[in-house]
Structures are given as structure tokens and as C-alpha cells.
């Protein structure tokens, strides 16, 4: 189905976009496929492109929608990513807003106001509230330029990262029923880039393969190096490894435990070293990330939460600790070294004890359905939701609190409730932004005497007066970034004036936090009525198994240059290997080695034999040469005047 959009859209010419680059970003031209994709979301076409990360995906939407009228529509599931866009454009003069779970019902109103006024040119929106009534009624008032798709693999139920809201796009697009759709993706296997193209497909009589434009940009990174080190002892092998490197790494682990005891390990190795991952307070976070990014501290040790949207350019190292469980998230995490350009390696660690710990998540991740019926009893109990209630109810959901009420291990209930989620049950987000809360402990005439104790405290105080009326009574919500920018201080520095300020008793602060939630989508079921059917169960549990088996694949094969393994499994032929993998470095020494005893076989005679007699025997150029430099260097023969002999 081609999906012509406003006509005047279609008379865009690539000047356009390129004076839009020049004037926004300060690039003189496009790099790759982003051309390509431009001008053909820009004639009204719906376009998927598969680009790898880094390659310059944010500009493919935002140029085009800076060029053309109404508003992008632009969906991605990354709360983080998504303010971090937000910022950055707001910057270049963009008139960009975002609207995601956690936001207060008034500011999203206003944000989407605005956009049916018109001004807007993108509007950043979660998965999550694309189901929402107040959103679709204001939808279809926008003018809406496009639709973006970001990460848009997780539409596909046969992807390693599928998201259930995902699906809800197709009622966006039924609500826009004629604007064109941009899917963007970094990782995708040729059944899975069939599969989002069906599913973004609202007539599904065309063949919907053929209903979009595909581009595809080549995955390979020439300047990094895939090493797979078969270490019995991953600790000194890691040490080793991040020892004999300058530049900035990250260390990928699979618990939060993990990272702490890693990154204690390498600063006691004398290594600069912090950790990372989804349990550590908002301003922690904050702050490890800046350091890092600032080369204040060299070494990142972090679980999977870290990396989505940072865009450090020189990482020269990405090591993993522990064996992911799936190419795509390996491919993805791997891809985050070297966007400079230059050299950088990428090294799983990987011994024999991996194997059974990666096939144990396999059951972790599927849990038996009776467990799975059993968590979501005991959830019921928890939240004290009576058989035929709960339509609708959502609350925080504090997975620890929970394991330790009813005897669980947070991992399965993890992933019971995912499962439920994936049937229809329930809504599970992990990722709801909360926003910080204070309230008063003194008085008005208390806070007089206590202003001056120290200048930052009093002028957040001040601000805190100024922006938010009721602190006396009862918490109010705050935003730390609009006290920050008043009183000209850092978001950090206004988070430890706070915390100074409840330590004093002046008030009560509630940081800012991330707060998983359950919402019930449907009312509570008797559990022996839940049904988990093969399309959220075995099917799901066979793709699972199989995105493990490929990845131990990898791992424990020593045959087959690493970046073509890679390369193929997304579904790209590649004919020549890259020379700087384990294996083709393997494979080079191996060769090397061969032609040496050929060499060594041809002079066994002790006579004089001319190089070109050796040049006959057949062998590459660069074993030659290497096997020859070898030879000579340790004086296994001897040259004179163009002659070789032992
Ligand atoms: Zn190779």
C-alpha cells in the first residue's frame, strides 16, 4: 500500500532536507542510508530501515519532520532516550515534546494541546499511553506528518524484545489512516523485519513485504574486532584484558550483584572503575553516568539497563562478563565500542560453567504454568482483589516486598508476570518515572529563622516557595531540573540540597525514582480459568530456546569468523572474513605455521633454492610472508643474493 501524504510533501527536494541538516545539525550532507530513507518517508512512502547503532537514525525522522507540516509522531520505549531527544532539539530551537507514563493527566493535556495548535514538530510518545482515550481523542485533531517507529523489533513477537504495547500501533495508524509510517530498527533477523512490515501493514490483502520501502544499511563494523576468550578464569582474564587498555570500557554483567562485585574487584586491581544498573537511586545513576562519560572514571560495570541512548564515541572496550542470551542483545551491546571509528574490540568471555547457567534461564524465563497461576493468585492476595474485581486497578508493585510476602524468587515472578502480561492480563511496566515529592516539617515562621544556613539551601528553599504552593500541608510533586535551572545550580547539586535539608528535619523528601506497576486489564480470574495459550507460552519458550542455542553457537564455535557469524544471523551474505577475529587470527597463525614446514620441507635438501622456487609452492601472499619473516628472524635459514638454504 503506498500512503500519499500531504502533496506539497512529495514536492521536497533533497535540498530541502540538506539545508534543514546544514541549518539544525551544522552537517553539510547525509551519511549512508539516511537519504535514502528520508526522501522516501518524505514522498508519502511507508519505509522501514535497518540501521546498525550509530549510524545516524535520529536524524532519518527529524529532518524530514522539520520539512514537512503537522506534527512526527515519534514511538519509542525508552522514557530516558526519548527526554534525552527532547532536550537536545529543544536546544537546536526544535519545538519537541514527549508524553509518557508517570506524567501528571494536566502537563500531558497542555503537551497535546499544543500539538493541535500546531507548533509542535515532534512528539515523543511511550507505547504505553498510545492506548490511552485522552490520547487517541486528541490524535485525531493533530496534523500528524508521519509516524515513527523506533526500536520498531519490538512489534514482533518473534524478536528478542517484544513489547505487547507495540501492537497498539495499529490503531494510531487506524486513527491516521493516511500517513505514512517510518520504522526504524538496529537489529533485526529477516523474519522478524517480515513481521514488523506485517504488522505496521493495515491492509493485510497486499503482499506486505512488498508494501514498504526497505533499506538496509550493512551491519559490519570494520574497526571492531569480535573476540571470543575461552578463560577458565574470567576475574584475571578480565583484569588482563582491561589492564592493557588505555581508553574507556564497559563491562556488561547479567545481576546487580555482579556488577558490584566486579567493579570492586577491578578497583582493587588499581583499575578506575563504577557500577550501574536499574536498582540504583535516580542521581546515582546520574552521577556514575556523567563520571564516565566525562572520563572521570574509565570503567562502566553494568548490567543491561545501562547503554541505551549514551553516545560515547571512544569506547574501546566492550567486555562481557556473563553470556547474554541472544545475539540481538549481544550484537546491540557489542556495537557500543568504537563509534569513533577507530580501532576497538569487543570480547565475550565465555567458559564451560556459561553453558548450564544459560540454559537455567530457559526455565527461570518459563516458569511452569502452575507457578505462573500461582503468582498471579498471590498478586491478587497482595492487593487484595476479590474474584471478578480489579478491572483497571494499578499499583506499585515492589518486586522484593512481594518475593519475601510470599516466598518467591524475584526472577520468576519476573517473569510470570511478563508472561500474564503477554496473555492479556495484566499491564507490567518497569520503567514508570516517578517524580520527587517534599512536604514542610516547620512552618513558614520556622523556615525565616532557618534561611542562610547555607546559600544552596536557601535558594532552594526560595525556589520550592516560589514554585510550589501546599508544601505545608502535604507532599507535593517537584521537579528538580526547573529548581536547578532557577537557582543556577546542577540537578545533582539541588538532589543533595534536598537530602541535606531532611537530614536537618526541614523537610520530607521522596527522591525521584523508577517504580515498576501492575494494572489489570482484565478483572481477576479464578487461576485454574487463567489460559496461557502456545502463542504466550510454548511458541514463545521455542524462540527462547533457540536465540540461547544461537548464541552458545557462537560462543563455543571456533570455525567461522566471528563478524560473518554475526553479519548472517541477521540475514547479510558475507564473502570475506575480517582477518582480526579469534577465529580468523586462529586461523592465520594455523596457516602461517603451514607454510613454514612447506618452506622448511623444500630446503631440507641444504641446497640452495632461488625465492621464486618458494613463491611456486602455492601458498597466500601474507602466510608467505609472514612464514618467511618468521624463518629468517629466528635463523632457521638463511638468504644471500636471492637465495634461500637452511
Ligand atoms: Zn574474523
Redo the contacts with the bound molecule.
Sequence with gaps: MMNNGAPNNSQLSILNYQSLLKKYWGYDDFRGIQREIIESIGAGHDTLGLMPTGGGKSVTFQVPALAMKGVCIVITPLIALMKDQVHHLRQRGVIAAAIYSGMQHDKILTVLENCIMGSTKLLYVSPERLGSELFQTKLRHMQVSFITVDEAHCISQWGYDFRPSYLQIADIRRICPNVPVLALTATATPKVVADICDKLTLNTQLSTLNSFNVFRMSFERKNLTYLVSHAVDKRTELIRLLDGEQGSAIVYVRSRRHAREVAELLTDAGLSATFYHAGLEHAQKDQRQRDWQHDRVRIMVATNAFGMGIDKPDVRIVAHYDCPDSIEAYFQEAGRAGRDGNPARAVLLYNAADEPKLHKRISDTFPEKEYIRKVYDHLAYYYQIATGDGYGVAREFNIDDFSRKFNHFPIRVHAALQILQRAGYLEYTEEQDNQARVRFLVTRDDLYRLRGDSPNEEKVIVALLRNYGGLFADFGFIDESVIASQCGLKSNDVYQTLKVLAMKHVIQFIPRRQVPYVRYLQRREDSEHVSLPPSVYEERLTQYRERIESMLRYAKSQDK????QLLEYFGEEVTK?????D??QANHSHTTEQAQHQILTLLSDHRRHHITEVLHLGLLKEDLDAALTHLLQEEYITQQDGYLML
Design positions: 569468523c566471528r563478524s560473518r572474513d575480517c582477518g582480526q577475529c577465529v580468523c
